[in-house]
């Protein structure tokens, strides 16, 4: 079982970044393929980006194509999805998610772990 930590969020004017960590334990990150996900009030969560095992793909969703960049650091069991050009309709709960697969995937359902989630506003 692996347990999955993000950080990094907080409050950003628009146009602003910000860099997310998701921080793994338990198990070596290079075995899975890592998503990024989002949920605001009242919507359903939507992928973000995803990263395949040794970074053999990556996906993002075309809200943010151009402006994000999802890397992997399996020396740190680390995760980060760098955000730039913020704009309000970022805000979201960020959460990260892993599963076993080579290829990474952008349904959430594929995904077998999940962390807690980090808050990022952006504000006009």
């Known amino acids: 079982q692996v347990q999955l930590v993000e950080s990094g969020g907080g409050l950003v004017q628009a146009g602003g970044s910000l860099r997310l960590s998701c921080v793994a334990s338990?198990?070596?990150?290079?075995?899975?393929?890592m998503g990024w996900f989002r949920q605001a009030p009242g919507k359903e969560r939507e992928f973000v980006s995803a990263?395949?095992?040794?970074?053999?793909?990556?996906n993002y969703a075309d809200s943010v194509k151009g402006r994000f960049t999802i890397s992997r650091d399996n020396a740190k069991n680390t995760v980060y999805l760098q955000m730039n050009s913020l704009k309000p309709e970022d805000t979201a709960g960020y959460y990260c998610?892993?599963?076993?697969?080579?290829?990474?995937?952008?349904?959430?359902?594929?995904?077998?772990?999940w962390g807690q989630g980090t808050q990022v506003t952006v504000s006009s």
């Open positions: 990263i395949g095992r040794g970074s053999i793909n990556t």
């Open positions: 998610a892993a599963n076993r697969a080579l290829i990474a995937t952008m349904t959430a359902r594929s995904y077998d772990y």
């Open positions: 338990g198990r070596t990150l290079s075995g899975y393929s």
